[in-house]
């Protein structure tokens, strides 16, 4: 029966469970003593470090990171007690709301971090407190997390949940403890030196940039060793081998998301959809397919445009000019997935301007190839027509000297002698045409020769009153 439901419906019961893991550490730890103040500032802070989340890549798999564990350490310190995951989960489900997350991962990342607090506020309470129940609390905070999201993961992608709790779990464990670490001292210098709260300015900005570099660096690493390989494939080659390396790059770029190009090509519009494994389907379509609704909404901004579309999170880009575009390029992502960020829309623009280059050079590559064509053609045409002039030049030049011989013999005609004359001229006539056919006919076609086998052994040229003739006989 497990393979009868849907992952969809797995990630909601994993999060209904979440819930009620987070409900019982609640009566547990009870709701604690905390300031009238405390609330608010923690759901605004888990709010706040929420949109500022980063993501980081393992593998095909996309984790997102926030310094959200280092103000609830904090808060575990003030105080234990259900009101850290009351305020958690406002601040949590804020954030997604203004993110436009789907509705099936805003509940999961509630009741992923609602359970995750109310268990290490139990843990918290168990030990009484203070940074000693703090930092257990959050150890078991962010062993119960990674283990939640590596289980939505597995449920939706199909892989084992051993390999993906280890792939990032040293990374993650890395991560939670320096946020934790700074949560905790910033407790502490409240509690005991508030001046001191001023010194944490630096060191926190420092992890936050350090994050967000690391990001930017391993996303422009992929984007740009993708580049570097699809440039290698692509220049000198087609407009067809470019549509498929843009594609190709596009998916790989964006985590394996399913990527749609349509390349407007001369002879019409031509889809092409794949993945990051390649191109699955090429097909010649109609121009109709200017009205789907993601090219008109792609044609109308004129640049990258995310949104979700039925819970798919989308981006897409135009090619080009938006009144004459090169192609269209359409990327989606599961259902549940994360939309895509700032950065990816910064990544996305200089593999636009990647991909207009590479179809411009395919497209004057083959303008040049057929112009190429078309030159050799002429060439071959002018050659022939050479060949033709300097195997017919003698015996044109014998025809025109007996035509006018004939005009001057017709024009005065004195005797018989002048007849026999006017016969031997038209026999010469009759020898020239004759001669000059077959030079017409050998320049024309050069494998005649060949076909005809070895040339026969020519007798002497005859000499007449007009000059040289081709003797064929």
């Known amino acids: 029966m497990g393979r009868l439901v849907s992952p969809q419906r797995r990630v909601a019961a994993l999060g209904g469970a979440s819930l009620a893991l987070a409900l019982a550490g609640c009566l547990y730890a009870g709701w604690g003593s905390p300031a009238l103040w405390a609330p608010f500032a923690l759901a605004a802070g888990v709010a706040a470090s929420e949109l500022a989340v980063v993501h980081l890549a393992f593998g095909r798999q996309r984790w997102s990171f926030s310094c959200t564990d280092g103000a609830i350490g904090a808060a575990l310190v003030f105080a234990t007690g259900g009101w850290a995951t009351l305020a958690v989960v406002v601040g949590v489900l804020v954030a997604q709301t203004i993110r436009r997350q789907p509705r ?178 090429r097909e010649r379509v109609s121009s109709a397919v200017l009205d789907d609704q993601w090219v008109l909404r792609a044609l109308g901004s004129g640049g990258v445009t995310t949104g979700a579309d039925n819970g798919r999170p989308y981006c897409s880009a135009v090619l080009g000019h938006r009144q004459s575009p090169l192609a269209l390029l359409h990327a989606r992502r599961p259902r549940g997935s994360a939309g895509f960020g700032r950065r990816e829309v910064t990544l996305a623009e200089v593999l636009v301007g990647q991909a207009e280059s590479w179809l411009s050079v395919a497209d004057l590559t083959a303008s040049r190839d057929a112009a190429l064509d078309r030159a050799e053609i002429a060439d071959e045409a002018a050659k022939a027509l050479g060949d033709i002039g300097a195997n017919t030049a003698p015996s044109l030049s ?76």
């Not at 190709?248 to 889809?271: H, K, N, S, Y």
């Open 398 to 473: 014998v025809l025109r000297q007996s035509a006018s011989r004939l005009a001057q013999l017709a024009a005065m005609p004195t005797g018989p002698s002048e007849v026999g004359e006017i016969v031997d001229e038209l026999h010469a006539v009759e020898r020239a045409v004759a001669s000059l056919l077959g030079a017409i006919a050998l320049a024309a076609d050069g494998d005649l020769r060949a076909v005809e086998g070895p040339e026969p052994v020519r007798a002497e040229p005859e000499w007449t009153t007009t000059g040289v003739l081709v003797d064929f006989s």
């Open 104 to 281: 099936l991962k805003v509940w999961f990342n509630v009741a992923q971090f609602a359970a995750s607090t109310g268990v290490a506020a139990a843990f918290a309470h168990w030990l009484g407190g203070g940074l000693l129940g703090a930092s257990a609390g959050m150890g078991w905070f962010w062993l119960l997390n990674h283990a939640l999201v590596a289980g939505a993961v597995s449920m939706t992608s199909g892989r084992r949940l051993r390999g993906l709790v280890w792939a990032s779990a040293p990374m993650s464990a890395l991560h939670t403890a320096g946020n934790t670490s700074v949560g905790l001292l910033a407790a502490w210098l409240t509690l005991n030196a508030p001046l001191g709260l001023l010194g944490l300015l630096v060191p926190m900005a420092l992890l936050w940039w350090s994050y967000d570099q690391q990001t930017r660096r391993a996303a422009e690493a992929r984007l740009f060793a993708e580049l570097a390989r699809g440039q290698e494939r692509a220049t000198g080659q087609s407009v067809e081998a470019s549509a498929r390396v843009v594609l190709t790059a596009a998916a790989r770029l964006f985590g394996g998301a399913d990527v749609e190009l349509i390349l407007m090509g001369a002879d019409g519009p031509v889809r092409y959809t794949g993945d990051e494994y390649g191109v699955t389907l």
